[in-house]
């Protein structure tokens, strides 16, 4: 009999991967990736955007040749319409910050903050993971507490995000 994990196991083994949606416990399951090697492709894939073809793989820190080798017929990278946003001018930017922000970090969905210029769907969906298991943040700075934001992160963020 299969079980949902099989049967999920199973498409794995049989389909391509999309890198810009893979998590953790599907990247974890290529040949060859670990749980470090996991969290660099994810952690690579919010630094840059996202993946605009598979062969981007071997610009991860400890993914080399060998490894794309042997994973490029498993991996492809859905494309997207809108892969060149629209550069706005300084007069828009400026309406769109004001429309777009604050963002309540204690009430924020995982859209809102992944607008946050750091914050792509892993470390949105661990802060809303540890601001659950807390009962909503205190002040700003605790949002350094949240796996994935450091200092660096959270200095780009400070004046964008607010508590109530």
Same mark, same amino acid.
């Given at each position: 009999?299969?079980?949902?994990?099989?049967?999920?196991?199973?498409?794995?083994?049989?389909?391509?991967?999309?890198?810009?949606?893979?998590?953790?416990?599907?990247?974890?399951?290529?040949?060859?990736?670990?749980?470090?090697?996991?969290?660099?492709?994810?952690?690579?894939?919010?630094?840059?955007?996202?993946?605009?073809?598979?062969?981007?793989?071997?610009?991860? %820190?400890?993914? !080399?040749? $060998? &490894?794309? @080798?042997?994973? +490029?017929?498993?991996?492809?990278?859905?494309? =997207?319409?809108?892969?060149?946003?629209?550069?706005?001018?300084?007069?828009?930017?400026?309406?769109?910050?004001?429309?777009?922000?604050?963002?309540?970090?204690?009430?924020?969905?995982?859209?809102?903050?992944?607008?946050?210029?750091?914050?792509?769907?892993?470390?949105?969906?661990?802060?809303?993971?540890?601001?659950? %298991?807390?009962? !909503?943040? $205190? &002040?700003? @700075?605790?949002? +350094?507490?949240?796996?994935?934001?450091?200092? =660096?992160?959270?200095?780009?963020?400070?004046?964008?995000?607010?508590?109530?």
């Amino acid at each position: 009999m299969n079980t949902s994990v099989e049967k999920s196991e199973n498409i794995l083994k049989n389909s391509k991967l999309d890198l810009n949606k893979a998590t953790l416990s599907q990247l974890i399951r290529l040949p060859g990736i670990g749980p470090s090697k996991a969290k660099a492709i994810i952690d690579y894939r919010e630094k840059i955007g996202g993946f605009t073809k598979p062969e981007q793989l071997i610009e991860v %820190s400890g993914i !080399g040749e $060998k &490894t794309f @080798e042997k994973l +490029k017929d498993r991996l492809f990278v859905e494309a =997207k319409v809108d892969t060149v946003p629209k550069q706005l001018n300084r007069e828009e930017q400026h309406y769109k910050a004001e429309q777009d922000f604050p963002i309540n970090i204690n009430t924020a969905d995982l859209d809102s903050l992944q607008r946050l210029p750091g914050i792509g769907k892993v470390k949105a969906e661990a802060i809303i993971e540890y601001r659950e %298991s807390i009962g !909503g943040f $205190k &002040t700003k @700075e605790e949002i +350094k507490k949240v796996r994935g934001i450091g200092e =660096k992160t959270f200095e780009k963020i400070k004046d964008l995000i607010v508590i109530f």
